[in-house]
């Protein structure tokens, strides 16, 4: 058993990082000031998007891209079950209706035939997430977004530095939404970003965060101008200086990060094949995925127990697991406010139950990923049917 108990994610934070951060908080700007624009220009460049607007989180992102999308109440958004509660909330809080539908079993991505069969004259928006920062299949959703006039709005929460077919995420959708929590392959604390390509929706988006303001108080400070005009009902989700500065420095690391995760995930990839008791997840041949997380699903079938054993007893070996996610529907608040029951999305409620995400940070060392290979195959192997 490890010594000592090993997350499922975890931050790296460096002396040049506190540098950073210690120079603006003994400068002129905590907020808004030249650290935001150098923070989202060096953003939109590294994904390939003509624009990168920032946010106090990823959620606020989210919100802002539901009303940039124009979306409304009567109006419906397509989304995936399998997900942080976040990429259907936003659609709850422009007062429109998220609609499920269930996603592929090898990716656990949303599958666009079952898109197709969503869609409805109230449809405006289609909302894959890019889980566990394996792509989406975008090629197609974009295909059914054409067909019917919908914007898509590309959760990327997870696949920060992902491409796929050898195209960055983030210079794909109509609006791609990032997320800087702590556990992701860059952090700013709390933090998020939209990236378009849309100057009307850039535009949109960065009044949004700012209490729908048509211009900020550098921009006015410099012009001498005390006028200001608000011209649609924002909010305060700005991304102060500080949190910007790290940003900066941390992107500087996305590309080593990256590589870091995809070394380990070749790694479990390579000695979970060998496991009968589990399944690696999928990787496309035309995705190169982030590995925000590494999910394996258990084949509870070769197993003498389910997923809560095996969840506790990789616990009881310092191995942090965690479960990415119960499907958004099966939440008390979806079950109350749309009457689901469970059963209304078979592979994702499946895949629930088998889903364990490993440790799966760029912090980790070679040997920290053999602790976990040792774990699960000490776990499946007293589990193991014959
Ligand atoms: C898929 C997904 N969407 C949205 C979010 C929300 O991001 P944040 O925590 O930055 O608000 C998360 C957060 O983990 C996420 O995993």
């Known amino acids: 058993m490890r010594a000592t ?4 994610g975890r931050q790296s934070v460096d002396e040049a990082d506190i540098q950073a951060v210690v120079e603006v908080l ?6 808004t000031g030249p650290k935001v624009a150098e923070f989202e220009e060096a953003f939109a460049a590294r994904v390939g998007a003509a624009h990168a607007v920032s946010f106090s989180s990823g959620t606020a992102a989210l919100h802002a891209a539901a009303f940039a999308a124009g979306l409304k109440p009567g109006d419906e958004a397509i989304a995936t079950p399998l997900t942080f509660a976040a990429t259907a909330n936003c659609v709850l809080y422009q007062g429109a209706t998220p609609v499920f539908a269930d996603v592929c079993r090898d990716t656990l991505n949303l599958d666009p035939e079952l898109i197709e069969q969503k869609v409805s ?93 048509s211009s900020d108080a550098r921009q006015r400070q410099s012009a001498g101008q005390w006028h200001y005009e608000m011209v649609l009902l924002g909010f305060n989700y700005r991304l102060p200086d500080i949190l910007c500065a790290l940003g900066i420095q941390q992107l500087k690391k996305l590309d080593a990060n990256l590589m870091r995760r995809r070394a380990i995930a070749a790694t479990y990839t390579a000695a979970f094949r060998e496991m009968p008791g589990v399944t690696p997840p999928a990787a496309r041949p035309d995705a190169n995925p982030a590995w925000h997380l590494y999910p394996i699903r258990l084949n509870l079938e070769k197993l003498t127990t389910g997923r809560a054993e095996i969840f506790r007893a990789l616990r009881a070996e310092n191995i942090g697991v965690n479960v990415h996610y119960i499907p958004v529907h099966l939440h008390p ?6 009457g689901y029951q469970g059963g209304e999305f078979p592979v994702a409620e499946d895949a629930y139950e088998r889903l364990i995400s490993l440790p799966m940070f760029h912090g ?22 014959e």
């Open 5 to 8: 108990f090993l997350p499922y």
């Open 26 to 31: 003994r400068s002129d700007w905590l907020t």
């Open 121 to 213: 004259p109230k449809t405006r928006a289609i909302l894959p997430v890019d889980y566990a920062g394996h792509p989406a299949d975008l090629t197609p959703i974009f295909e059914i977004a054409r067909r019917h006039g919908l914007i898509v709005i590309e959760d990327a929460c997870h696949a920060l530095g992902a491409e796929y077919g050898g195209r960055r995420v983030g210079s794909l959708a109509d609006m791609t939404v990032f997320s800087f929590h702590p556990v992701k392959h860059i952090t700013t604390g709390e933090g998020g970003m939209v990236a378009t390509n849309d100057p009307r929706l850039a535009e949109t988006l960065r009044r949004f965060r700012n209490h729908g303001i």
């Open 333 to 338: 608040y979806y079950r109350d406010r749309f």
């Open 364 to 385: 980790m060392s070679d040997g920290d990923a053999e602790d976990v290979i040792r774990a699960v195959h000490k776990v499946v192997t007293a589990f193991g049917r």
